[in-house]
């Protein structure tokens, strides 16, 4: 269930919040963007490579011996 209140409300503004649900309306109106152009399907390609996360990336670096099982 959604949770509608809170018994211990904040006072402060949500910065980070906010900040990662703009940045993600920017990149998919950017993604839009490349889509209307007349190379869309290639450079929304492109741009997905240069910027996409791929997970085997990001782990590469780790160590088969310092993973911890899950």
């Known amino acids: 269930m959604i949770p509608l209140r809170d018994a211990n409300p904040v006072h ?3 910065v980070v919040t ?3 649900i703009v940045a993600c309306i920017v ?3 950017y993604r839009l ?3 209307s152009t007349a190379g869309g399907s ?3 390609d492109a741009f ?6 791929i997970p085997a990336h ?3 670096g780790v160590s088969a ?3 911890s099982p899950c």
């Open 12 to 14: 402060r503004t949500p």
């Open 18 to 20: 906010i900040a990662i």
């Open 27 to 29: 990149a998919f109106a």
């Open 33 to 35: 963007g490349l889509d």
């Open 42 to 44: 290639a450079e929304g």
């Open 48 to 53: 997905f490579e240069q910027y996409g996360l």
């Open 58 to 60: 990001l782990t590469s």
């Open 65 to 67: 011996s310092r993973r």
